[in-house]
């Protein structure tokens, strides 16, 4: 274990180290964020950082980790990770249209389900029972890859933003596969560290004010990483495996879904880029840049701190837990209006019942 961890901190180090060289070649290539109405950065900027971590990920896995590590499974996953890798310098250089980018993605999808062999195969509920997927396993594999990845890249708006709240949600996964997979899956725990120590090596040239950005090469990557390897948990899934990886990526999950909901309201495509992402509502608000980002990282903690209750709760416990999660995560949504102003119906409930309950007290007319 001294081992590997000092394995880790190298990871770190030579993510850290990279990143400037990446930096250069990002203004070679062209691959610049120019300002715009939807960006907040004031300059150019160069993109493209998620080549860095993927560089240092990958050198982590072949080189001071491999012999933790299957070795087809390893190659499998690297070569899905190439496709993301491209498909995300190919859209930060020329962006590239989102048809054509989701094609990449479920070309590496494919190559995880197929070759990699990692799946969703069998789901176990509350009083029915195990359902075995079967021919299904391949859809619903592929939409889990799909809707994180694009998850953790909508939540890419801020300096540090995607970067601190996927070393938050992995941090809290590899904690959860440590402790509660079985002894022979520890690797995947190894593995999913060795993505935060490149993340962490990564974030001080990232962090506000960044000097690069991660760009679709960093978010994509990121993101089809973390479906990647909640999938190796959700194998054969059960009621608690399928809510904790949901729960520890709460922040981006959370915003894709009110996001869409915000834009069927609007009658607009989905697909239609907005500023009304939750860290554009909380600017809105009047926090500057860094405070958005430290709300929003805090707000991630609480997530994984909650995900960490499911597997030492009961099965109604487990329950409860959502409940209340959900109904304080709506009261939350409404209250910085990320849906609408005009749409909060859980607090206006509330308001009401309040004002329902003062006219019903003795000496009130």
Same mark, same amino acid.
């Given at each position: 274990m001294f081992s590997v961890i000092v394995k880790l901190v190298l990871t770190m180090i030579i993510a850290a180290a990279i990143t400037p060289f990446v930096r250069k070649m990002a203004f070679v290539l062209g691959a610049v964020d120019n300002p715009n109405a939807r960006?907040?950065?004031? @300059? +150019?900027?160069?993109? %493209?950082? #998620?080549?860095?971590?993927?560089?240092?990920?990958?050198?982590?896995?072949?080189?001071?980790?491999?012999?933790?590590?299957?070795?087809?499974?390893?190659?499998?996953?690297?070569?899905?990770?190439?496709?993301?890798?491209?498909?995300?310098?190919?859209?930060?250089?020329?962006?590239? @249209? +989102?048809?054509?980018? %989701?094609? #990449?993605?479920?070309?590496?999808?494919?190559?995880i389900y197929f070759l990699a062999g990692i799946r969703m195969d069998e789901v176990s509920l509350p009083i029915i029972g195990s359902i075995h997927l079967g021919w299904w396993g391949l859809p619903i594999t592929i939409f889990w890859i799909l809707a994180i990845t694009n998850a953790v890249n909508l939540i890419d708006g801020l300096d540090g933003l995607a970067t601190g709240v996927s070393i938050i949600g992995l941090f809290t996964m590899g904690v959860v596969g440590y402790f509660f997979l079985t002894v022979t899956d520890v690797y995947v725990s190894i593995w999913i560290f060795a993505l935060v120590a490149a993340l962490i090596g990564f974030l001080p040239h990232n962090f506000h004010p960044a000097k690069i950005f991660l760009g679709d090469t960093g978010a994509l990557f990121i993101g089809f990483m973390i479906a990647v390897f909640s999938l190796k948990g959700l194998k054969n899934v059960t009621f608690i495996t399928l809510l904790i990886p949901v729960i520890i990526l709460g922040v981006p999950i959370t915003d894709t879904i009110y996001a869409i909901l915000r834009r069927l309201l609007n009658k607009k495509p989905i697909s239609q880029a907005d500023k009304h992402h939750m860290h554009h509502v909380l600017m809105s608000m009047g926090l500057t840049h860094r405070q958005t980002v430290l709300v929003i990282y805090g707000l991630a903690l609480i997530f994984a701190f909650i995900s960490l209750l499911y597997p030492l709760s009961s099965l109604w416990g487990n329950i409860l837990l959502t409940i209340f999660l959900l109904i304080g995560l709506e009261l939350f949504v409404e209250s910085i209006g990320l849906i609408g102003e005009n749409r909060k119906?859980?607090?206006?409930?509330?308001?009401?019942?309040?004002?329902?309950l003062a006219r019903n007290e003795p000496g009130q007319k």
């Open positions: 960006r907040v950065n004031k @300059k +150019p900027m160069p993109t %493209m950082g #998620g080549l860095g971590i993927f560089v240092a990920f990958t050198f982590s896995t072949f080189v001071l980790l491999r012999p933790q590590f299957p070795t087809h499974e390893l190659f499998s996953v690297f070569l899905a990770e190439a496709v993301i890798i491209l498909t995300g310098m190919i859209d930060d250089i020329k962006e590239i @249209k +989102p048809h054509q980018k %989701m094609a #990449g993605i479920l070309l590496a999808s494919l190559i119906p859980l607090l206006r409930r509330i308001e009401q019942t309040i004002k329902k």
